[in-house]
């Protein structure tokens, strides 16, 4: 690819970026991941629905397992395919799905930088089970060994 192709093409990709910049945008995360250019994203962060039944205005959340868990898969190869070389990726999930999320991060290509436990103070009451006080966080990078990670940011 010549230098103006290339520089071209930054610019096609960059004109493209900026309707998602500094904005949150409500929509099918797996058809929205696809709209973004290949390679384009240094860091992505997803906290979805947990399967548990919670009420949303436009989204199912009590599927069966294997329905959520193929919508997960098809998200997180999206977010894979969506991120730079050197980008990283953070999931925060709930105890009942951390394993398998983890594993179908694995297989979309991610390789697993920490696990963090995010113990919280706030939340819903439940009268009918003891409540979560915690959330997983799970930290992926693309490359092993190339990544970005500003620890005095």
Do not use: C
């Not at 995360?29 to 962060?45: F, I």
């Not at 906290?47 to 193929?70: H, S, T, V």
């Amino acid at each position: 690819m010549s230098s103006k192709a290339f520089e071209q093409a930054v610019k096609d990709r960059d004109r493209h970026l900026r309707k998602y910049l500094n904005k949150y945008t409500a929509g099918d995360s797996v058809k929205m991941l696809q709209e973004l250019p290949p390679g384009s994203v240094d860091l992505a962060a997803f906290d979805p629905p947990y399967n548990i039944g919670q009420k949303y205005d436009y989204y199912n959340d009590k599927r069966a397992k294997d329905e959520y868990l193929d919508w997960a898969r098809k998200w997180l190869h999206g977010v894979y395919r969506a991120l730079t070389m050197t980008g990283s990726f953070w999931l925060v999930i709930n105890d009942e799905l951390v394993s398998e999320m983890d594993v179908l991060a694995k297989q979309a290509g991610f390789y697993k930088r920490s696990h963090v436990i995010w113990y919280y103070t706030f939340g819903q009451n439940s009268p009918k089970k003891l409540t979560p006080s915690h959330a997983h966080l799970l930290y992926y990078v693309v490359n092993r060994d190339k990544f970005t990670f500003n620890v005095d940011k």
